[in-house]
């Protein structure tokens, strides 16, 4: 049973950085895409960033392009998300995913951080 715990998420002001951890067990994730994903209140959930666990390729969001580094720890089991240059419209709250290489979509979450970003 795959297991996905994330961590790190707390308040901080407009600027500053902040890294979340996704701990993942449950599996080998070698055949494994890790992503970050985010909700805001009201708002519809959105990719944040993705990387390959095997190749360690990376995709991000336009909207956190530049700011927002996707990285994972082999020897650990564990995907970060370190994030840079905060703004406001950053608050939201993140979730850690996994998906299957073969599947089109994310079959694993967990249950969630919250990043508030202030002014």
């Known amino acids: 049973q795959v297991q996905l715990v994330e961590s790190g998420g707390k308040l901080v002001q407009a600027g500053g950085s902040l890294r979340l951890s996704c701990a993942a067990s449950?599996?080998?994730?070698?055949?494994?895409?890790m992503g970050w994903f985010r909700q805001a209140p009201g708002k519809e959930r959105e990719f944040v960033a993705t990387?390959?666990?095997?190749?360690?390729?990376?995709y991000y969001a336009d909207n956190v392009k530049g700011r927002f580094t996707i990285s994972r720890d082999n020897a650990k089991n564990t995907v970060y998300l370190q994030m840079n240059s905060l703004k406001p419209e950053d608050t939201a709250v993140y979730y850690c995913a996994a998906r299957i290489l073969i599947a089109r979509e994310y079959g694993y979450w967990g249950q969630g951080t919250q990043v508030t970003v202030s002014s």
């Open positions: 990387i390959y666990w095997s190749a360690g390729t990376t």
């Open positions: 449950g599996h080998t994730f070698t055949s494994y895409a």
